[in-house]
């Protein structure tokens, strides 16, 4: 079976000499020397993943089900550059397809238990898809809330009644007396014990007619919870089997178990990942590997965290702790240095009046590591944030690469530094940071009172038909599916944009935008909307945007507002970089 390609299948070959830049590294303590060992996601391994992705555009049977996809670029003994290629899990309900690189050993020796308890596992998914579709759970539902609306209409109606009868106790302590006032006393009282007897019939008849749907309800839950009980049990011993049988090879030939690599357990699925697949042929192979990357294709995740065509990291739970042992052995990887660049400030120039200041920048190709300076004085910092990096830190360990933690570290005083506002991690553009305290809450309530002024610019894959106009949507973000944001008129916040088209051809258009809120993802909503443009911007994966691009066309070109240290306006402008 053939799973070496040719990198000309992927990418021009002038590509694959000339850029080698570094944008990740997969990275872990070797077992035996602590020493870390790095494996590097490149500019060129991400453009041989393109190329795949390029591939797949015009294939469903890649389409129909999400997963991780990853790409090992190569050398052979003889010096040639080839390309590795695998897929986590099952590939269509394969875990052999031609081309691709197979499972890690040990899959075939359980192979047959793995079966069995597959078919045991899909029988108790049938089993319980059958019970949470039972019949008395629809009769309860609408046979509880008929007899909560009959309960609600009488307590109503009881409580007019018992409103009524107050008034004409009222009337009659005022009107009648000794006897009569007795026997008209009685009969109200009458009347309320009545009412009571009404209702207590009602809630028995209601519990009469519930009780035994909820007998056969509750004995189903109970079963569905055993049933759950079981399938996890299944999994945990399927799992445990194959670990005790998967053995993984790092380049110095050592050989161990999933079950002696992680010994304290493991979750589903690990050693079936497409790096411990791709690192592990390798090294079984003889060939050494040069740079990785991974990315997700088809439907996004469950829980929405995994967008086709985006790249990621070694994932903590599975891979993370297998990288140390896979890349033992592996001699260092030279990459070129790319360091960032601090030299390069742009200072306030070109005075239009005596209260603006405007400062006009090139554009610029960013090689990742390079952070351009637009401006920067006793008080702020602004720079032109390149695509694809985060303006601040996230919350996890892969995620800690970013501008402020970048400036941080390699400017003086950089730790007293502070983001006053964000862009997306694809969103290039003018940033700008704090170097005090009191100049962050200063431009974090110009910010907050929509006093700075912004410019965006953008390619929409598609034809806008108008030429200018006001998208008036409110924004929510779910918070049951982050990051993803939509027009809500119930619960979304204000957010308005103005656009102006600024050139059309073929089925793209340039267009202006200027946000007057600032929400999150709010031109990518009120583009992609068909409230708003009904367009996507290309590149925006998250917003249903199909075609194959190198980065979010979205760019963040212009950002005036009042230094009011200086007592003037600052007008910062980076130009467009597509």
């Known amino acids: 079976m053939v799973v070496l390609d040719p990198l000309s299948d992927f990418i021009d070959y002038d590509f694959a000499i000339s850029d080698s830049s570094c944008n990740y590294w997969y990275e872990g303590r070797c077992p035996q020397s602590g020493d870390c060992l790095k494996l590097p996601r490149t500019s060129l391994s991400e453009a041989i993943a393109y190329g795949l992705m390029q591939r797949f555009t015009n294939n469903e049977c890649y389409s129909h089900e999400g997963k991780m996809y990853g790409i090992l670029l190569v050398e052979l003994p003889n010096g040639e550059q080839r390309v590795l290629k695998a897929f986590s899990g099952l590939l269509n309900g394969c875990s052999v397809v031609e081309g691709w690189v197979p499972p890690i050993p040990g899959r075939d020796e359980v192979a047959f238990e793995e079966a069995r308890t597959l078919a045991q596992l899909e029988a108790i998914k049938q089993e319980i898809i059958t019970l949470k579709q039972l019949t008395e759970r629809q009769q309860y539902e609408i046979l509880f809330n008929d007899f909560e609306q009959q309960l609600q209409a009488m307590s109503d109606r009881h409580r007019h009644c018992k409103h009524q009868r107050q008034e004409k106790r009222q009337q009659i302590y005022n009107t009648l007396t000794q006897e009569a006032l007795t026997i008209a006393l009685e009969e109200l009282d009458e009347e309320s014990r009545q009412q009571g007897i009404e209702r207590r019939q009602l809630k028995r008849q209601q519990n009469a007619v519930l009780q035994p749907l909820q007998q056969v309800i509750a004995a189903t839950d109970a079963r569905i919870s055993e049933l759950k009980q079981q399938r996890k049990a299944l999994s945990r011993q399927l799992q445990a089997q194959m670990h005790a049988s998967y053995s993984l090879t790092n380049f110095s030939g050592r050989s161990q178990s999933l079950q002696e690599l992680m010994p304290g357990g493991s979750p589903t699925g690990t050693g079936d990942c497409c790096a411990p697949k791709l690192l592990h042929y390798a090294a079984t192979h003889n060939l050494k590997p040069l740079a990785m990357a991974e ?231 009120h583009a992609a909307d068909t409230r708003g443009l009904g367009v996507t911007i290309l590149g925006d994966r998250l917003y249903g945007c199909c075609a194959v691009t190198s980065r979010l066309h979205l760019h963040a070109r212009e950002l005036r507002f009042e230094h009011l240290q200086l007592r003037q306006t600052l007008h910062l402008q980076a130009n467009t970089p597509f």
Not at 446 to 459: L, M, N, P, S, T
């Open 295 to 525: 990315f997700w294709w088809g439907a996004s995740s469950v829980n929405q965290d995994k967008i086709q065509g985006e790249f990621y990291g070694a994932c903590a739970e599975r891979c993370q702790p297998l990288m140390g042992f896979l890349l033992s052995g592996l001699r260092p990887i030279s990459i070129p240095n790319r360091d960032f660049n601090t030299t390069t400030h742009f200072r306030n120039s070109n005075v239009f009046d005596s209260n603006e200041k405007r400062c006009n920048f090139p554009a610029f190709s960013p090689i990742k590591g390079e952070i351009p300076i637009l401006y920067e004085d006793e008080w702020l910092i602004a720079v032109n944030k390149p695509a694809g990096l985060l303006s601040v830190p996230g919350r996890y360990r892969d995620r800690q690469d970013s501008v402020l933690s970048r400036l941080r570290h390699l400017l003086p005083n950089g730790m007293a530094l502070a983001s006053v506002h964000r862009l997306d991690q694809e969103t290039s553009g003018i940033l700008l940071l704090a170097r005090d305290r009191q100049t962050h809450r200063q431009l974090s309530q110009q910010f907050q009172q929509r006093q700075i002024h912004k410019v965006y610019e953008a390619i929409l894959f598609g034809a806008v038909t108008v030429d200018q106009g006001v998208i008036d949507l409110p924004l929510w973000g779910d918070p049951e599916n982050r990051p993803y944001q939509k027009v809500d008129w119930q619960h979304g916040k204000p957010s308005l944009t103005h656009f102006q088209v600024m050139a059309r051809e073929g089925d793209y258009t340039r267009v202006e935008f200027t946000p007057l809120t600032g929400r999150t993802h709010q031109l990518r909503v």
